[in-house]
């Protein structure tokens, strides 16, 4: 398994700013995932980062509303740009470990 | 239609009732099943992770996948009140180190 600490735990942002996750996990990694979690609705792949190439994003999401660095085999960023109400969510960070996908305890944002 | 369906409750059982959580894909594609457990305010862990049709048991839990009726189930025996949490499936046509598309999760409480 691995062990995946996120920060911050939780925040509460103003409309317009940005914010910055972080996403640490305890053994290397080739492939970490970004996902969201709205309320009611599913976990929502955002995007895939692995080390040295850009992050592969779904449909629907973009660099530049959701940029990601991945400038190690243990830690990735994911940034909220240009925050609006709708980003209210969950942010989460995974990891592929044997072919298993471990979370961690995720990143709740409020947008006010 | 949705790529994965899950029937999002809320199930309420005694403690000892066999609880049943199911839920239905439509792309034959995916071969790869979990089930993973959300604690409030947690990430998802991964319970019980699967790639064939029929029964996989581990402790009180069993996984049961259909590939013909593109059906998958989650059985918990014995049930505690410490099971209450909400409960995701997840499919992926090449594991964990693809993609995973979750279904809604169905919130179980279990009451002593």
């Known amino acids: 398994s691995a062990v995946i600490s996120q920060k911050p735990s939780r925040d509460i942002c103003q409309r317009g700013t940005s914010l910055t996750i972080q996403c640490q996990v305890d053994?290397?990694?080739?492939?970490m995932f970004w996902y969201r979690q709205q309320p009611g609705q599913s976990l929502t792949l955002i995007a895939t980062?692995?080390?040295?190439?850009?992050?592969?994003?779904e449909s629907g999401f973009v660099i530049d509303k959701f940029p990601i660095s991945r400038p190690n085999l243990t830690f990735s960023t994911l940034t909220v740009s240009n925050m609006s109400p709708e980003d209210s969510s969950i942010y989460l960070c995974s990891v592929e470990k044997t072919y298993e996908q471990y979370f961690g305890p995720g990143t709740r944002l409020t947008v006010t | 239609q949705k790529e994965v369906e899950q029937d999002p409750g809320p199930l309420s059982v005694p403690e000892g009732a066999i609880v049943s959580l199911n839920c239905t894909y439509s792309?034959?594609?995916?071969?790869?099943f979990m089930w993973y457990r959300q604690y409030s305010r947690k990430g998802p862990e991964l319970l019980m992770y699967t790639y064939s049709s029929g029964n996989k048991e581990d402790g009180r839990f069993t996984a049961q996948v259909d590939k013909s009726s593109k059906y998958i189930s989650l059985f918990i025996r014995d049930s505690q009140p410490s099971d209450s949490a909400t409960y995701l499936c997840a499919i992926s046509p090449q594991g964990g180190s693809e993609k995973l598309v979750f279904g809604k999760g169905t919130k179980l409480t279990v009451n002593p």
């Open positions: 053994s290397q990694v080739t492939m």
């Open positions: 792309n034959s594609a995916f071969q790869y």
């Open positions: 980062a692995n080390q040295g190439s850009e992050a592969t994003y």
